[in-house]
Structures are given as structure tokens and as C-alpha cells.
């Protein structure tokens, strides 16, 4: 009985964040604190960490290379695998592209302080704030991106094609799982490649 009870409470509460996740104000919230926390992330460490101008540029570099890796997996393992709560929030967003589903706005943040916290176990912890501040932004930039793709039309050149790049992963759902680059996809071998006409 009481196994069933906690059930319940979890799935209860699991219910609740996806209906919170779907609104605007949850969607617009997760950028109120993603943005200030990687900033926060990166001026901390970048007093904490005596780097040198060479070692700030890698790191962020590497922050950036992360945090499309973490994109492309997160995509590709999660909103298209298995954890149903996170299917089925995505699968609302392949219905209706326009919407303002997302995760709860808090989770990415939390994730991101615990990646940032045992990073530092591991690094100088000025590394590890930098490092993991620039996955932070990297993460707002991608929202933001992502938004604009489903929410405006480009007409021409780089826009349009980065547009159209995503929008197939909307009629092809195991293909082209990067948002922000096509780099993991190439690697992966999930870049979907028209058929030739010929």
C-alpha cells in the first residue's frame, strides 16, 4: 500500500511539472535563470581561476563542443528514447513546433550547478565554473535559437538552411538531432542526406 501511495505522489507530481512545462511563462523562466547563472558560472570562474588568455579561449571553446554533444544526446537518447516523462513532453512539441513546451524551468539549472560541483572534484574548480557556464549560455543560446527556427521564416542563405536542417527533423524524427550545429549528426551518421535524384 504504501509503495502505491508514493507511485502515485510521483506520478502526480511528475504530471503536474509536464503541464507547468508547457506553458509560456515556464518556457520564458528557464531563460531567467540559465542566462544569469552561466554568466554568474563564468565571472566565478574566471576570478577563481588565474587563467590565461590562451586557457580561457580553449575552455570555452570546450564548454561549446560539450555543450553540443550534450544537445545531440539529450535529443537523440532521452527526448527519443525511453523516459516517457520526457517523451512525451517532446513528443507534444513534434504536434505543435509553435508551442512553448520545455523542461520545468528550474532542472536545467540544477543540472548544470551538480555537473558544475562534481566537475570541480575532478578540475580547479575556476575551470569547472567557466567550463560549465559556457554550456550554461551555450543552453540559453540553443532555446533561443530554437524558438526563433519554429517562430520566424528565413528567406534566404545560412538562415534558411539551418532552418530547413531542423525543420526535417520534424518529418524525419531519427534524423538530425542537433539543433544549434549538425557536427554530432555528421559524426553519428544521423544527418539525413535527400535521396539523389538521378
Not at 581561476?49 to 553540443?68: A, M, N, Q
Not at 554550456?135 to 540553443?142: I, K, R, S
Amino acid at each position: 500500500m504504501p509503495g502505491r501511495v508514493a507511485r502515485q505522489v510521483v506520478e502526480g507530481a511528475l504530471e503536474a511539472m509536464a503541464r507547468m512545462s508547457m506553458t509560456p511563462l515556464n518556457y520564458w523562466a528557464e531563460f531567467a535563470v540559465d542566462v544569469p547563472l552561466g554568466a554568474a558560472l563564468i565571472c566565478g570562474g574566471l576570478r577563481m581561476g588565474k587563467l590565461d588568455s590562451t586557457s580561457i579561449l580553449v575552455t570555452i571553446l570546450l564548454g561549446l563542443l560539450l555543450f553540443s554533444l550534450i544537445e545531440y544526446a539529450f535529443h537523440r537518447w532521452l527526448l527519443h528514447g525511453s523516459v516517457q516523462f520526457l517523451v512525451k513532453g517532446h513528443r507534444a512539441h513534434h504536434e505543435d513546433p509553435q508551442g512553448y513546451d520545455s523542461l520545468p524551468f528550474f532542472l536545467p539549472g540544477l543540472i548544470l550547478l551538480a555537473l558544475a560541483g562534481m566537475l570541480a572534484c575532478l578540475l580547479p574548480a575556476g575551470r569547472s565554473f567557466l567550463l560549465i557556464g559556457t554550456v550554461a549560455l551555450g543552453y540559453a543560446a540553443y532555446g533561443i535559437s530554437h524558438f526563433v527556427l519554429h517562430h520566424h521564416r528565413f528567406q534566404r542563405g545560412l538562415g534558411r538552411r539551418w532552418a530547413a536542417n531542423h525543420h526535417v527533423h520534424h518529418f524525419r524524427a531519427n534524423t538530425n538531432f542537433g539543433v544549434t550545429t549538425p557536427l554530432w549528426d555528421v559524426l553519428m551518421g544521423t544527418r539525413y542526406v535527400a535521396p539523389s535524384r538521378g
